[in-house]
């Protein structure tokens, strides 16, 4: 299962309560449709669409489609920092 480490948790909830989703809602990852296996496409939502695999950590919620959470099950799920407060998502093998 995708893990989610603190810094994305935490850029979750900024970006979560920043759109107003609520409590509800989350990032939802979604395999790219005509991509390559690493190309996904990630958003904010208030709720997981139907068929979707929800991830918890603490009240952060990640919303992966069926193709994603597949592809995704042995990663970790990071962020950085870019320029002007811009966050890069990007997933890294589980240690």
């Known amino acids: 299962m995708l893990d989610i480490d603190n810094t994305a948790a935490q850029a979750i909830d900024e970006l979560t309560t920043a759109t107003g989703v609520g409590r509800q809602g989350g990032l939802r990852i979604a395999a790219a ?3 390559h296996d690493r190309d996904f496409d ?3 939502r ?3 669409e139907v068929g979707d695999v929800i991830v918890v ?4 919620r990640v919303f992966l ?5 597949q592809r995704l099950a042995d990663k970790v799920l990071d962020v950085r920092k870019r320029h002007a ?3 890069h998502f990007g997933v890294y093998p589980q240690a």
């Open 33 to 35: 449709a005509q991509a």
């Open 42 to 44: 990630l958003a904010i």
């Open 46 to 48: 208030p709720k997981p």
């Open 57 to 60: 950590r603490g009240d952060t």
């Open 65 to 69: 489609d069926p193709r994603a959470a």
């Open 85 to 87: 407060g811009r966050v």
